[in-house]
């Protein structure tokens, strides 16, 4: 893993970026790579939001994996700080070389450096594997979560 550089995404790496998202059945469904301005406009807006880090990971000049990862300032748990990791992907090429798992131990490292409380993630519920891969790392599923599409 010493050649994998993890840094803040830039407008070059929004092409690899929305393939891995599209890279499976769900992403198939809700993911459009042949138009990538929306995706673009959303970079801007992470960028300039200091509580968001949208990273990549690159391993040999290529980008084989990305997540979000929000800080979240609360009341709740104390006045506690909480982030919460998103739109894992890794590159089918590097799924079983260790990257997911060093990824996530980035992130929540950063959380650490960033005084957070607690992490939190969401996974589909039809994500059997990942959701393996999340406690083997030491998540627990303990809540029910909920979205209504807008």
Request: charged share 30%; proline share 4%.
């Amino acid at each position: 893993m010493g050649d994998l550089e993890i840094r803040a995404a830039v407008a070059e790496d929004v092409p690899a970026i929305v393939g891995m998202l599209a890279d499976d059945p769900l992403g198939a469904r809700r993911e459009s790579p042949d138009d990538l301005a929306p995706y673009v406009s959303a970079l801007e807006r992470i960028s300039a939001d200091p509580n968001q880090r949208l990273v990549v990971a690159v391993r040999g000049g290529r980008v084989v994996g990305t997540l979000q990862l929000t800080i979240v300032p609360g009341l709740s748990r104390r006045g506690a700080t909480r982030s919460i990791i998103e739109g894992v992907r890794v590159h089918a090429d590097e799924r079983g070389s260790g990257l997911g798992t060093r990824f996530i131990e980035w992130a929540i490292e950063e959380s650490r450096r960033e005084d957070c409380r607690l992490v939190q993630l969401t996974s589909d519920s039809t994500r059997t594997d990942a959701h393996r891969f999340y406690e083997r790392l030491g998540f627990e599923a303990s809540h029910v979560g909920f979205k209504l599409q807008l």
